[in-house]
């Protein structure tokens, strides 16, 4: 089970000519490691959200965990987007469906990963894994979710239309520390 950026556990179709250097890599970790990802002041006690429709609405009673973009090929399908835009849930007893919740499909993304969307309006919510939500999608947020996409994951995939904005920094794959991460969690 692989409980970080959603579906990214089989090897995407990688465009080489938009491989990050070695020193980009390099500079994008430091950067990483610069920054606080982890401070909890800021981010909201409360966050809800819902599909377009409405008909489905989620509140999680805490903060909002790590946020990313993972830009892979599979990605950009289950999103709809350029990207995922996808943030975890550290504790996922605090998540629940306030109502709409006979609504969702489930469908499986990758192995031991799925995700749940409205049947009506097709807005996908949030990751599924282990029978338990992981995270939600940040377009279905309500207001500021209190996090900021740290990261950018599988950009040697990304679509050719792509312009990823922002400092967040890039991976051409997945997270370089991910397992040393996921310890944490
Ligand atoms: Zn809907
Ligand atoms: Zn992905």
């Known amino acids: 089970m692989e409980p970080r950026a959603v579906s990214c556990s089989a090897p995407p179709v990688l465009d080489t000519t938009s491989r990050l250097s070695s020193v980009q890599w390099i500079e994008a970790r430091r950067e990483l490691a610069a920054l606080d990802l982890t401070s909890s002041e800021e981010r909201r006690a409360v966050v ?94 309500d207001g500021d979710p209190g996090v900021q996409i740290e990261m950018h994951t599988f950009v040697g995939s990304k679509a050719p239309w792509d312009h990823i904005g922002g400092s967040a920094p890039q991976f051409e794959e997945e997270y370089p520390n991910s397992e040393a991460s996921e310890d944490n969690q």
């Open 48 to 141: 809800d959200g819902g599909c377009h429709c409405g008909a489905v609405r989620y509140r999680i009673d805490g903060a909002l965990g790590r946020a990313s973009a993972c830009h892979c090929s599979r990605c950009r399908k289950v999103f709809s987007g350029a990207s995922s835009a996808y943030a975890e849930i550290p504790d996922a007893s605090k998540f629940s469906w306030v109502i709409g919740e006979d609504k969702l499909t489930e469908y499986s993304v990758a192995s031991g990963f799925r995700a749940a969307f409205c049947r009506i309006c097709g807005s996908t919510l949030c990751g599924i894994s282990a029978n338990q939500v992981h995270g939600v999608t940040l377009g279905t947020v």
